[in-house]
């Protein structure tokens, strides 16, 4: 049965377990919260659960005992001065399990490491440890633009939309020499057939039609 822990910080520190606990225990909480609702009583209010945590017991042994299944074992006190050294670091740790039916590739804390010299045990050490799985986020930088002032209630004045300029420009046109109203229509508004248009707002009579006058300023519709 493939059956294994392996603890590390990186590929350069790192050790298995040289004798595998008898059990590991593996336990996820919920984090629900109860509160009392008027009218309604207690109610229930369910959260996200709380990170899985893992815990177990065994020795580190002094020599090898046939119940050993690393192939390299370290001194007793060097496993436990590496745990120390690695929960004063505030890091998490990797942690890997491996069985036939469960396998657990997490990074995790120590949350704590209990251990003691077994009398008579030869120098081996008994230890119990706890860990949490761990995950990993960022810190966002604060700027100023970011900081909000809740407590402030200042109102935000709505800008005043600008009126629109109501007076109208005036289009003007002053006669050359050979002008006709329809060459002014065509050539200003695109469509020469206009021209009763230009006549009617700038009261040209029938008879000023064939002799407009140059230099006169006409206004065009």
């Given amino acids: ?21 008898g059990s590991i225990e593996i336990s996820k909480s919920g984090n629900n919260q ?26 580190f042994p002094a020599q090898f005992y046939p119940f050993v299944t690393a192939q390299v074992i370290l001194q007793p006190i060097e496993y436990v001065r590496i745990i120390i050294r690695w929960m004063e670091s505030k890091q998490p740790i990797r942690f890997i399990f491996i069985s036939d039916r469960v396998d657990i590739n ?3 804390s120590i949350e704590s490491f209990d251990w003691k010299e077994v009398a008579g045990g030869a120098g081996d050490i008994e ?6 799985r761990y995950i990993s986020y960022a810190a966002t ?3 100023e633009d970011m900081i909000i002032d809740r407590g402030a209630s200042t109102a935000v004045p709505t800008p005043t939309p600008s009126r629109p300029n109501e007076t109208q420009q005036i289009k003007t046109y002053t006669l ?14 695109g469509n020469g057939a206009r021209w009763p248009e230009i006549q009617q707002l700038n009261s040209i009579t029938d008879a000023e039609i064939k002799r407009l006058q140059i230099g006169r300023v006409l206004k065009l519709p």
């Avoid at 493939?2 to 606990?21: C, K």
């Avoid at 009218?39 to 959260?47: D, F, P, T």
């Avoid at 050359?176 to 508004?189: E, Y």
């Fill in 127 to 132: 230890y119990s440890i706890k860990l949490k």
């Fill in 1 to 21: 049965m493939s059956y294994s822990i392996r603890l590390s910080v990186s590929e350069d520190e790192a050790f298995q377990l040289p004798v595998m606990p």
């Fill in 106 to 108: 997490t990074l995790a």
């Fill in 34 to 59: 109860t509160q009392e609702i008027v009218s309604l009583g207690e109610i229930n209010i369910i959260k996200h659960p709380q990170l899985m945590e893992y815990g177990f017991s065994s020795i």
């Fill in 141 to 143: 930088r604060v700027t």
């Fill in 176 to 189: 050359v020499a050979g002008d006709t109203l329809w060459a002014v229509a065509q050539k200003h508004l």
